[in-house]
């Protein structure tokens, strides 16, 4: 059961995390994804801050954000009830393009249990941050 002081779980089993800037939230964030999905979301966060170092972290409308300063927010995730969704917000810039979308721009992948492919995620990730991303970082 969790704590008082455990973040609320809203549709799908989103954690409700204030929106700051820093590692900090985005911990907090994966810390209060429920089960399995807490992997995908720790497995996700490591291979970022290894693909791209100096990445910032934030968190937006309930869900952790990557990017580089001066170049934008390349990607973010967010917990359903069936699998963490990883958006990349110029997906349709990446090779091969990540299957799901019907963005503009954006495109994404819906991570489900037992289907982190490490490589094809690096790769995206490291092209997503060469490029210049959505926002300011």
């Known amino acids: 059961m969790p704590s008082s002081n455990s973040p609320r779980l809203l549709a799908g089993g989103n954690p409700q995390i204030a929106k700051a800037d820093g590692d900090a939230p985005v911990q907090a964030y994966i810390a209060a994804m429920p089960g399995w999905k807490r992997g995908v979301g720790e497995q996700l966060d490591d291979l970022i801050a ?38 990349f917000f110029k997906g349709t810039a990446l090779r091969p393009v990540p299957p799901g979308g019907s963005a503009k721009e954006a495109r994404w992948i819906d991570l489900r249990e037992g289907s982190f492919d490490e490589a094809q995620l690096a790769a995206w990730i490291a092209q997503a941050a060469a490029i210049p991303g959505w926002g300011n970082a």
């Open 50 to 87: 290894r693909t791209v170092p100096g990445v910032q972290k934030a968190v937006r409308w309930n869900s952790p954000m990557y990017g580089l300063p001066g170049q934008g927010w390349f990607a973010s995730f967010h917990v359903f009830t069936h699998y963490v969704k990883l958006t």
